[in-house]
C-alpha cells in the first residue's frame, strides 16, 4: 500500500507540475499576442522608403505632365513655413488653381490641402505660410496646378521635418519583399486556437481522472478558464483579420513610392493597358469589358476618394484579386509592385480627388 501511494504522490505531483506549466504557457501566449497587437506593422515602415527623403529646407525643380515647376518649402521644421510654388515660362492667366496637399507617412493624420495664392510681387510664383507641419518626421507634398483647357498637372515630393533643436526623426530602413502570405497574425491565430484546444482538453481529461475533490477541481476549472480564453483571443485575431479578406500585417502599408511623374506615368500606362477595358475611361466601370460583368466593376471615383481604403488594402486587392468577383491577381500576371503602386498613384490622382 505505501509502495502505491508513493506512486500516486509522485503522479500527483507530476500533474500539478504539468498544470503550472500549461498555465505558465497560456500566460505567456497572451502576453505575446498582447505585445504583437499593440506593435504598429513593421510593414508600415516602407512608407520611409522614398529614396531621396532630405531633411532640411526643399527646393525641388520638378516636371509635371511637361510644366516645370520648383516646389519650395522653407525652413522645413515644426511650426511657420514658407510654401511656394513657381511656374516658370507659363501664362498666370491661365492658372485657375496652385494646391499642395500634405500627407504625414509615419503615422495615419490624414491629408490636408493647401491652396496658394498668386505673390503679388512675383506673377508666376503662388506663396502662403503655414504651421500644417506639426509633426516631426517624413512628409510628402503633393502638388497641384490646374490651367484652363487643360489637364491637371501633379508631381509630388517627400521630405523630412526636423523635431526640436533642428534633429531629424530617425527612419528605419526596410528590406524584402511584400506582404508575406500567410500573414504573421492568421500564424498567430492558428496557434492560440491550437494552444487553447491542447489546454483546454488536458483539463477536461484530467477532470474525468483525478478524483472530485475540491482543490482539484478548482485547479482544473482555472485550466478549463484558461484555454476558453485563449480560444477566444485566437478567435479575435482570425475575426479581425478575415473581416474584409486583406491580411492585418498589409491593411496599413503605406505607399512606398511617391506620385510624381515618373510614378504617375507608369500608373496610366498600367491603367490604359490593363484596367480600362473593365474600369472604363473616366473610371466608373463602365468599359466596354465591365459592361458585362456581374457585379460590375467597382467604380473608381467611390473606391479611390480619400479615406475610404488604405494604401495596404488597394494594393493586396490589385495584387491578388477580389473574391467573387472578375478582379484578376494581377501580381500573377507580371505586374511587379512599382506598376502596382503606380497604378495606385494614377487612379488616386486621377478619380479619388474628382
Request: proline share 6%; net charge neutral; aromatic share 6%.
Amino acid at each position: 500500500m505505501s509502495g502505491s501511494s508513493g506512486v500516486g504522490s509522485a503522479l500527483a505531483r507530476r500533474f500539478a507540475l504539468a498544470v503550472r506549466g500549461e498555465v505558465v504557457l497560456g500566460v505567456v501566449i497572451l502576453a505575446i499576442a498582447a505585445f504583437l497587437t499593440g506593435l504598429a506593422p513593421a510593414r508600415d515602415e516602407l512608407a520611409r522608403r522614398s529614396g531621396d527623403v532630405q531633411s532640411g529646407p526643399v527646393d525641388r525643380q520638378v516636371d509635371a505632365s511637361g510644366l516645370n515647376a520648383r516646389i519650395q518649402i522653407t525652413p522645413a521644421v515644426l511650426g511657420i513655413n514658407r510654401l511656394a510654388v513657381q511656374l516658370p515660362g507659363v501664362d498666370p492667366a491661365q492658372v485657375e488653381r496652385v494646391q499642395l496637399t500634405f500627407t504625414y507617412l509615419d503615422s495615419e493624420l490624414g491629408s490636408q490641402p493647401v491652396v496658394l495664392p498668386q505673390s503679388s510681387s512675383s506673377p508666376d510664383t503662388w506663396t502662403t505660410t503655414s504651421a500644417l507641419l506639426s509633426q516631426a518626421g517624413t512628409w510628402q507634398a503633393e502638388m497641384l496646378v490646374r490651367q484652363t483647357g487643360q489637364d491637371d498637372a501633379r508631381t509630388a515630393v517627400r521630405f523630412m521635418v526636423a523635431g526640436p533643436g533642428g534633429a531629424p526623426q530617425a527612419t528605419a530602413s526596410v528590406s524584402g519583399a511584400y506582404p508575406l502570405l500567410p500573414s504573421a497574425p492568421v500564424a498567430l491565430a492558428y496557434a492560440l486556437i491550437g494552444a487553447g484546444v491542447v489546454v483546454a482538453a488536458v483539463a477536461v481529461v484530467r477532470t474525468v481522472r483525478e478524483p472530485r475533490r475540491r482543490r482539484a477541481f478548482q485547479r482544473q476549472a482555472a485550466l478549463v478558464v484558461a484555454g476558453v480564453v485563449i480560444l477566444a483571443c485566437g478567435g479575435y485575431v482570425y475575426a479581425a483579420e478575415q473581416r474584409n479578406g486583406v491580411p492585418l500585417d498589409v491593411v496599413n502599408i503605406r505607399d512606398p513610392v511617391p506620385p510624381d511623374e515618373h510614378s504617375l506615368g507608369v500608373g496610366r500606362d498600367v491603367y490604359t493597358t490593363y484596367c480600362q477595358t473593365c474600369h472604363g475611361e473616366t473610371g466608373r466601370g463602365d468599359g466596354p469589358s465591365g459592361l458585362r460583368l456581374v457585379p460590375r466593376p467597382a467604380d473608381l471615383h467611390i473606391h479611390m476618394a480619400p479615406g475610404v481604403h488604405t494604401d495596404g488594402e488597394l494594393y493586396y486587392w490589385v495584387s491578388y484579386g477580389v473574391t467573387g468577383t472578375a478582379m484578376p491577381a494581377w501580381k500573377d500576371h507580371g505586374l511587379t509592385d512599382e506598376q502596382i503602386w503606380s497604378v495606385i498613384n494614377y487612379a488616386r490622382a486621377t478619380f479619388g480627388n474628382s
